[in-house]
Nanobody, 122 residues
């Protein structure tokens, strides 16, 4: 059973940067793709970015392209989300998830983390 633990969330000002981390345990890290999602209050969960840990291929949602970057470190079994030029509309609970690369962007994940809150003040 794969377990995911997110960290790095917090309260920041508009324009600031923040890096989220997702540490995985159990299973074989790299045998599955990883992704970040977010859910703002009163809104549906939204795909943010995904990565194939074997080849390093990535996919970012248009809403974050150019501002957010997903990356992974197989030696630490950790995936990161580097966020820059943050906006108030980026405020949400950010979730880490794992599964099949092509399915993740559709919201279909095999396992999820508990989430970490990111709040961007205007």
């Amino acid at each position: 059973q794969v377990q995911l633990v997110e960290s790095g969330g917090g309260l920041v000002q508009t324009g600031a940067s923040l890096r989220l981390s997702c540490a995985a345990s159990g299973g074989t890290f790299g045998s599955y793709a990883m992704a970040w999602f977010r859910q703002a209050p009163g809104k549906e969960r939204e795909f943010v970015a995904s990565i194939t840990l074997k080849g390093g291929g990535t996919y970012h949602a248009d809403s974050v392209k150019g501002r957010f970057t997903i990356s992974g470190d197989n030696t630490k079994s950790t995936v990161y989300l580097q966020m820059s030029s943050l906006k108030p509309e980026d405020t949400a609970v950010y979730y880490c998830a794992g599964g099949i690369f092509g399915a993740l962007r559709l919201g279909a994940a095999a396992f999820w983390g508990q989430g970490t809150q990111v709040t961007v003040a205007s």
